[in-house]
């Protein structure tokens, strides 16, 4: 059994800064590939950032550039850096497995705005 829970999350300007985290209990997190989602109002969770292994991330074009994923295994956790934010990055956010398949954890909300 994996329990996912997200922090970091807030309200920010445009074009500012925000680091979320994702801690992982269970014995198998070192195992998952791992992803950051994120569901705006009115619209489908999608899938923003994702990392296999240590090392191999991959990116939405709407993030790519601004946007870094990151894992400590040692601390069971997940990071994602979030640089030069849009009202349109907006949302909550959601760590899983990109199976997405764990239980989804409360996420945290990010809000953009002037």
């Known amino acids: 059994q994996v329990q996912l829970v997200e922090s970091g999350g807030g309200s920010v300007q445009p074009g500012g800064s925000l680091r979320l985290s994702c801690a992982a209990s269970?014995?198998?997190?070192?195992?998952?590939?791992m992803g950051w989602y994120r569901q705006a109002p009115g619209k489908q969770r999608e899938l923003v950032a994702g990392i296999r292994g240590s090392s191999d991330t991959n990116y939405a074009d709407s993030v790519k550039g601004r946007f870094t994923i990151s894992r400590d295994n040692t601390k069971n956790t997940l990071y994602l850096q979030m640089n030069s934010l849009k009202p349109e990055d907006t949302a909550v956010y959601y760590c899983?497995?990109?199976?997405?398949?764990?239980?989804w954890g409360q996420g945290t909300p990010v809000t953009v705005s002037s």
């Open positions: 269970g014995s198998i997190f070192r195992l998952l590939a």
């Open positions: 899983n497995n990109l199976r997405g398949n764990i239980d």
